[in-house]
């Protein structure tokens, strides 16, 4: 498979079906392959933060609230944001603020790869939190890398753009000695968050109510990001200690409702996390991995509406967390491993809650003729909360197996199947039970049971013209029970949280991907991904909206994207389609949410000055400067701009 750089374009709001990037070099190293984007490619991308990255994968939908400062999580196959464990250099990300991970705050400054799993990442040795997850992102942060005689480098960019959008970033490696090294990373971002948008609205009899241009206030942002690591290397292992702290203040546009707009709503956050990871080979049959984290999470939200009730609530929340993994070769071919996890979560100010959660798996990994390739695990969980002054006490336990196969008939053939089943629990968060007018007390736990049957094929015909051409389908049934969602309540950084009961989720994906090399050095790649995801609500016959579509899952969605690049130069254009949803419960007509697409375009240009790396970036999102909405009453910017410069040294 050849090595593919691509370049990105992003809108600043967007929830969307996301197409499919294949970069690595043998797709069959891994049971299920894992979406990557790493190296010279991630750095060619023209993304503002990680979640406009991870837009290039298939099988996620990116919903992003509130333009630059918005807050960006990622949802798998409908299951909700909490199905999905994100990890930052192998440890895991809490879901701290809102009960979900703001891609948003990670930016790809000082990230070396990104890697997207369906199910559970595909090797046994991890942590026994990793087996627990309905699907994957790994976030890997640049290790340090100095070429002869060097010891030091220096990468610094500024960004610009539309909504006074200004983002100057500096990252700095050092090296101490040959097996030591450190780096220190820092951004920050700042933009009033103001855009035009038109607000129109049709009453159920047809009549038109409100056609308004306007623009959109109070979604201003201004946030630090800084993080530093220092990495060590031994003899049969490494070790590795992180540092990250983000502070931001931003403002939180409101729903408009009846031509209302709503703008008293104010939102601070300081968020901190110290991380360390040792890993050592004591045989070669024999590995140890251990992780350690501490995160602190401050969350201040004021709302000063004078027509909605005055909030003014400070929420802080802790966390302690330990990881053991052993992994054992019994033979080449087969692998075990054990993994025990431990954690403590506490949530004070507001509501006095702690939580400890422990992880026990147990997984093992087979390959018969490096054609066969089966892995099985079991995970135990056993939860004990403990919430205010009455000294409640709530008990969970819960085991959770999987089973993952893929086959190769021919060995050196590209046509590859594959399949995985998957049970998946969780608890709801503490957002989800005890945040004021969000929270419900009452929530049950959610499962998520995962079938998945695929099969995919890769040319590499290598000839003069053609260089490659892959195309991938995949069928997949989600049962989820007791599905916690959130709806919107005319606040956005508070939601109604209920248990939907059970969700019936069908669903296909298909990519297609093909590289043709035109006259000279002209290079063209061009890629198609569809989505039909049918995700309907089963819990009551009685219910007036049995087996209606749940809100916002579209039935069809797609995207299209054409790359053109010539030695230093790119042009990337790309097209997205998200089809009509139901914005509640009932899929009747005033509840009706019209398609919309739009087109993005991007051009990159990459010199050298003096021994120096200069990359010059520029970018028209919205193109065609359509109206649309993704969420109901919250309005999208029409066409907005954005350029960069960086210089490496």
């Not at 050849?2 to 996301?18: E, G, M, N, W, Y």
């Not at 070769?329 to 939580?355: C, F, H, I, T």
């Amino acid at each position: 498979m050849p090595c593919l750089f691509v370049t990105a374009q992003t809108k600043p709001d967007s929830i969307r079906q996301l197409q499919e990037v294949v970069v690595t070099a043998n797709r069959y190293k891994e049971i299920i392959p894992a979406q990557i984007l790493k190296g010279d490619e991630l750095e060619k991308l023209n993304s503002f933060s990680v979640a406009d990255a991870i837009r290039f994968f298939s099988g996620v939908q990116i919903k992003d609230y509130g333009g630059v400062g918005g807050l960006k999580t990622v949802n798998i196959r409908s299951m909700g944001t909490n199905h999905m464990g994100v990890f930052y250099n192998g440890v895991q990300l809490g879901n701290a603020q809102n009960g979900q991970i703001d891609l948003g705050k990670f930016s790809l400054d000082n990230i070396e790869e990104i890697a997207l799993y369906n199910g559970q990442k595909s090797e046994i040795f991890q942590s026994a939190k990793e087996f627990g997850s309905a699907g994957s992102i790994y976030l890997t942060t640049r290790k340090p890398k100095f070429e002869k005689d060097k010891t030091a480098n220096l990468k610094a960019g500024l960004r610009a753009g539309s909504f006074d959008l200004l983002n100057p970033s500096l990252l700095y490696e050092y090296k101490i000695s040959e097996s030591l090294n450190t780096s220190f990373s820092t951004e920050w971002i700042n933009a009033s968050g103001k855009y035009d948008f038109r607000y129109r609205r049709v009453t159920p009899s047809g009549n038109l109510a409100y056609d308004t241009t306007a623009v959109r206030h109070n979604g201003d942002i201004n946030a630090v990001r800084t993080e530093g690591s220092l990495n060590g290397y031994l003899p049969d292992g490494m070790w590795k200690v992180h540092v990250y702290h983000y502070d931001s203040e931003r403002g939180v546009p409101g729903a408009i409702v009846n031509n209302v707009w709503r703008n008293g709503e104010r939102l601070w956050d300081k968020n901190s996390f110290i991380q360390g990871s040792l890993q050592q080979d004591f045989t070669p049959e024999y590995s140890v991995k251990i992780n350690l984290k501490y995160a602190s999470d401050f969350t201040h939200y004021i709302n000063n509406d004078d027509k909605l009730i005055h909030v003014d609530n400070i929420y802080k929340q802790k966390e302690i967390y330990f990881s053991w993994a052993n992994k054992y070769a019994l033979r080449p071919n087969w692998d075990v491993s054990m993994a025990y996890d431990a954690q403590w979560n506490g949530l004070s100010e507001y509501k006095s809650v702690a939580r400890n959660t422990h992880w026990l798996s147990l997984a093992t990994a087979f390959t018969l003729a490096d054609r066969l390739k089966i892995q099985a695990s079991l995970l135990g969980i056993y939860v004990n909360e403990r919430a205010g002054e009455s000294d409640s006490v709530s008990l969970k336990k819960e085991l959770t197996p999987a089973l993952f196969l893929s086959y190769q008939p021919l060995k050196k053939h590209g046509l590859v199947f594959r399949a995985f089943y998957k049970k998946s629990f969780r608890m709801p968060t503490f957002n989800d039970l005890y945040y004021t007018d969000m929270g419900n007390a009452y929530l049950r736990p959610e499962y998520a049971y995962q079938y998945n049957v695929g099969v995919l094929y890769d040319l590499n015909p290598k000839n003069r013209y053609f260089n490659y051409f892959h195309i991938g389908v995949d069928a997949y049934y989600n049962l989820v029970k007791d599905k916690i969602i959130a709806y919107p309540k005319g606040q956005q950084f508070r939601w109604t949280m209920l248990n939907l009961g059970e969700v019936d989720i069908r669903g296909i994906d298909v990519t297609a991907m093909a590289v043709f090399r035109l006259s000279g050095d002209w290079l063209l790649t061009g890629k198609l991904q569809y989505t039909y995801q049918k995700a309907i609500d089963i819990t009551d016959l009685k219910d007036g909206y049995y087996r209606h579509q749940i809100p916002y899952i579209p039935l069809h969605s797609g995207s299209a994207i054409a790359m053109l690049t010539r030695n230093d130069w790119s042009v990337n254009y790309s097209f997205i389609y998200v089809g009509e949803r139901y914005n509640q419960q009932e899929n009747i007509i005033s509840n009706y949410t019209q398609p919309w697409y739009t087109g993005d375009i991007s051009f990159v240009k990459a010199l050298k000055i003096n021994g120096a790396t200069m990359k010059l970036s520029a970018e028209i999102n919205n193109l065609f400067g359509q109206d649309y909405e993704v969420v109901l009453n919250y309005p999208m910017p029409k066409r907005n701009y954005r350029f960069r410069a960086v210089i490496e040294l």
